[in-house]
């Protein structure tokens, strides 16, 4: 499995834009992309997922460059709600659906 | 239900006890998953099924940790003899079928804490 690293942690204010940004250097050419958000007391739940350029839904976009060596999960105008840890993870299609998760970037977000 | 459901969502046993740990996942979904997640980490694999299949169960940590799901549907999750380390929240995950692409969808999990 390739593996992640993502920054622990971030602060930032509300309606700010938040990106947080994973590297997956040894990224193989059949691996994709997905982030998982995870609220206090709660399951993590599926945020995005992409394999190349840039991904967008009604709560983020996921920006992938070329080499794909990296990926940046991007938050618009983040609420105090979004405070929450963000998990990137990189997994080959071939080999299911199983997520084995990182440590995560716990963002909180200040009014 | 609308979404994963886990029971208890609490729990608290004595060093030496049995617990058992219910999901009931999302109806029609075919993968069900079980997650260890202690404080300040991320989740950690424990076992996958497909139907009532256990086609994966490598992540759990000794003899004493069992998981069942007899009829493709609910899962139980087992600990036997419990020990201190086996504090942590319990969570689990059910998706549509087992494609990359098929996101999993987690239940809030189970607390479980033992004295």
């Known amino acids: 499995l390739a593996k992640t690293t993502q920054p622990i942690s971030m602060d930032s204010y509300e309606g700010q834009e938040v990106n947080i940004t994973c590297s997956h250097n040894n990224i193989a050419t059949n691996d994709y992309i997905t982030w998982y958000q995870q609220f206090p007391s709660q399951g993590p739940r599926f945020i995005i997922q992409g394999y190349k350029t840039k991904v967008t839904n009604e709560v983020a976009s996921l920006f992938i460059p070329a080499d794909r060596k990296s990926s940046t999960l991007s938050l618009p105008r983040v609420s105090l709600s979004d405070t929450a840890v963000y998990y990137c993870?990189?997994?080959?299609?071939?080999?299911?659906?199983?997520?084995?998760f990182g440590g995560g970037t716990r963002l909180m977000v200040k009014p | 239900g609308a979404g994963v459901s886990q029971s208890p969502r609490y729990k608290v046993a004595k060093r030496g006890q049995d617990v058992a740990l219910r999901c009931d996942p999302i109806?029609?979904?075919?993968?069900l998953f079980w997650y260890q997640q202690a404080l300040g980490q991320g989740p950690e694999f424990l076992t996958y099924?497909?139907?009532?299949?256990?086609?994966?169960k490598s992540g759990l940590p000794s003899d004493r940790f069992f998981a069942e799901r007899p009829e493709g549907s609910v899962s139980t999750l087992k600990i036997q003899r419990t020990q201190q380390e086996d504090s942590a929240v319990y969570l689990c995950?059910?998706?549509?079928?087992?494609?990359?692409?098929?996101?999993?969808?987690f239940g809030n999990g189970t607390r479980l804490t033992v004295t």
């Open positions: 993870l990189v997994l080959p299609m071939d080999a299911g659906n199983m997520l084995t």
């Open positions: 109806s029609g979904h075919v993968s």
């Open positions: 099924f497909q139907n009532e299949a256990q086609l994966d």
């Open positions: 995950a059910s998706s549509f079928d087992s494609n990359y692409n098929s996101p999993l969808h």
